[in-house]
């Protein structure tokens, strides 16, 4: 294990998944959403990498939420739903979504709690993800419960039930500032990510501030 | 911020449409609220202890230092590694690979096993990798010319030329310095609780200080060892003359945009403590002299402002007539009647250019600690308290806040190749920023985020067939693409100085006005500019060492004094 700053896990996330086509907006989510999870101890930057690897090159408007007839939000383009969509959109609606949600299938579904926590931040009560059975859980402040193992692997939920929690004595997670992402996983994240960097030609390398000048004075 | 009862007439601060003009942040000078100066007050307030713990400097000036600052509750050591580079691999670009000497910011007081691991990176500065325990990794060339000339009049046993010591400045510039997590340093969230580190860049600005003081010290034993017995140190108010040089290209421009709620946090904090001084009732005769005094100390900097730039040229001319300007007025019609300040503020933004307006601002707020310090507390922010959408907003409000916020924008016709004649991106070859020429390079693809307004003007189009009543969340769920410039127009609706109003891709964009807004809130001076796109400054220029931080007035030092006084 390589520690890693927290800053430096949001920074290549967030170029990672600019480089497997999200926008720049849904990109800064992802950032955020990895880093959230490696303050507690969750492995961030593992499912990024896992989720960006899936989704790469699929057209970002397929992975987004589309309510259907009944209200519950259903994948764009049929296959799976990005977590970082579904759950930047659970936290837009966090003040006007009424009672609970249902959505589903959403992919890598552990992506979806810093998301969960933001909206319960945002609302001050504890929220919970019910994932295929399996409860996700935020207290109102926004720090999460441990997630049971059956959810931390998961690499897809096929119904998620939204809905407001009761509040709980189990503790939550607590926050560090470091992250934990493997060598490995930091280096199919960089993969990624060096789609986003402009490949170097005469003249670009003419653009930098202060090419061509001496500095002997 | 202190609650004084204002007037129900009181002066609001200047509206952002005034201030957050790329002409205007370019003309910005240090005040006393920049983070420099705050860092000196705070260290000399609390009587914080020097300590060089570590001096080995051989007489090529190759070795290792360590400079310890010990506070009420922690120390923090600066960690030097000063090498011996041939003058050909010697530049201050991102893409160098060697450098005149190499520095980390250590949390505590290190040990032999971290100076050793630190040896193994701190070097290869971005090939490298520091820990938690690092707060900054940073890196300076020499000043090549002021430095031989300097270790010769040394070694020789006297004095070097005061005219060339200020024709240059420093010994020494600095070309990066690396915090807040980058290359595995410690993040900003697990310091940023520390009352040292609560003002932004604190630990930057600690290393940055400390940095000038070892340069001093390695010239000083340099000459020692090269002519023992007869190499003479510095003159002690000579020595002070030399700041700490900075060289900084496009990396920071980025910044100011990436950081919207810290920005609009430095900007308000300036235009609370002009419209402060502007509201004062009255002035006496010590109000008088004191600014009498410093529109001269103001002249004594500027006669030291060098710079080769035409542009910037012409903008010392016109600061140093502007100066001359305020000096005659002042004879005139001194302060004096019901709110003086705010008489003469209105004078000079009819009389003076924009250097002449900030740099009067610079002179306005700074006999007024009393009245502005309490602002440094409010200059640090948690970018991420803005990250959040309020997706419960209507279309209408952010159509109005849009219109608001970017109506400079929706002006401009996009399509006119001079509107979008350049891209941001970022460089494969050294993960450098850069500014590209959009049609030439076919950059489109590599964009980075940093066209506000061309942003908005694309969102607004958008926004057109959306329901003025319905959620800005639907929209959203159809439109990924806007969400980045729909995130930064919330945040601008909630803190005003947020946003740039002007275009950041445009044909004639400078990038060194966002560097020396940035600069300017560190306390830089002597901006020079050596091209559009990249800036030297001077640092730290005139202040005390950390081994005479008690024994002379800790935060009377950023401006010279005035020519003819000493």
Known sequence: MSARSLGEVEALVRKAARGAGRSWGMAEEAGRAARWLETYGLPGGALAAALLEETDGVDQAALMPRPDEAGAWRPAGGGGMCPIAAGAALSDMAAIQPGELRLGPVLWPLMMLPHLAQSARQCGRPLRLICDGLPLEVTGAGAPLPPPAGVLAADRAGEVLCRAADATAAAPLERRFRADAAAEVIVRLETLAARIYAPETPERRLSGAGAGLTDND | ?566
């Not at chain 2, 001093?216 to 007869?230: F, K, S, W, Y």
């Not at chain 2, 220029?541 to 005035?562: N, Q, S, T, V």
């Open chain 2, 1 to 566: 911020m202190t609650a004084r009862p204002a007037p129900t007439d009181a002066i609001a601060p200047r509206p952002p449409a005034t201030v957050m003009r790329l002409a205007r942040l370019g003309s910005f000078h240090q005040t006393r609220l920049s983070f420099m100066r705050v860092l000196l007050r705070r260290l000399a307030a609390e009587n914080w202890r020097f300590e060089r713990r570590a001096f080995a400097i051989d007489a090529r000036g190759v070795g290792e230092a360590v400079y310890t600052m010990h506070g009420p509750a922690r120390s923090y050591s600066l960690i030097v590694f000063a090498h011996d580079l041939p003058p050909e691999r010697r530049s201050d670009r991102m893409i160098a690979t060697a450098w005149d000497a190499t520095f980390t910011l250590f949390d505590g007081v290190p040990g032999a096993g971290d100076i050793a691991r630190l040896r193994a990176n701190v070097p290869r500065q971005e090939a490298g990798r520091v820990s938690a325990s690092e707060l900054s990794v940073s890196r300076a060339n020499r000043s090549v010319r002021l430095f031989d000339h300097v270790l010769e009049a040394l070694c020789a046993g006297r004095q070097p030329d005061p005219a060339q010591v200020d024709a240059v400045g420093y010994l020494m510039r600095t070309t990066a310095v690396y915090g807040s997590g980058k290359l595995g340093a410690a993040d900003r969230e697990a310091i940023e609780e520390r009352p040292e580190f609560a003002p932004p860049f604190q630990p930057e600005m600690l290393s940055v200080w400390l940095t000038r003081a070892f340069v001093m010290d390695l010239i000083e034993e340099m000459a020692r060892q090269r002519a023992p017995g007869q190499a003479v140190a510095l003159e002690p108010a000579l020595r002070r003359r030399f700041g700490i040089g900075n060289s900084t290209g496009l990396g920071l421009a980025p910044f100011l945009l990436s950081h919207p709620i810290l920005f609009n946090n430095w900007i308000a904090a300036r235009e609370e403590a002009l419209a402060r001084v502007r509201n004062l009732p009255d002035a006496d005769s010590q109000d008088r002299a004191a600014l009498a005094e410093l529109v001269a100390r103001a002249r004594a900097y500027v006669a030291l402002w060098r710079s080769d730039h035409p542009v910037q040229r012409q903008r010392i001319a016109r600061l140093s007539a502007d100066l001359d300007r305020l000096a005659a007025h002042l004879t005139r019609a001194p302060l004096a009647g019901a709110r003086p300040w705010n008489r003469l503020w209105l004078w000079a933004e009819e009389s003076l250019s924009e250097e002449g307006q900030e740099c009067l601002l610079s002179l306005f707020i700074e006999p007024h600690g009393d009245l502005v310090d309490d602002l440094a507390a409010t200059m640090s922010a948690r970018e991420s308290e803005g990250f959040a959408i309020d997706g419960a907003m209507t279309v209408g409000r952010l159509r109005a806040i849009l219109e608001d916020v970017y109506g400079w924008a929706l002006a401009i016709d996009w399509t006119a190749p001079e509107a979008q004649a350049r891209a941001w991106y970022v460089s494969a070859a050294k993960l450098e920023p850069r500014l590209g020429e959009r049609r030439e390079t076919a950059l489109e693809a590599y964009e980075q985020p940093l066209a506000p307004g061309r942003d908005a003007a694309l969102a607004w189009a958008a926004l057109a067939d959306a329901p003025a009543a319905s959620p800005v969340a639907t929209f959203l769920m159809r439109h990924p693409e806007h969400r980045h410039i729909l995130r930064r127009a919330q945040i601008a609706a909630r803190h005003p100085y947020a946003e740039i109003r002007d275009n950041t891709i445009a044909a004639d964009l400078m990038p060194i006005d966002m560097l020396r807004a940035k600069l300017s809130f560190f306390g830089a001076g002597h901006f020079d500019p050596r091209s559009d796109r990249w800036v030297r400054i001077n640092m730290f220029r005139g202040a005390p060492f950390p081994h005479e931080l008690h024994d002379m007035p800790a935060d009377d030092w950023a401006w010279p004094p005035a020519e003819g006084g000493q």
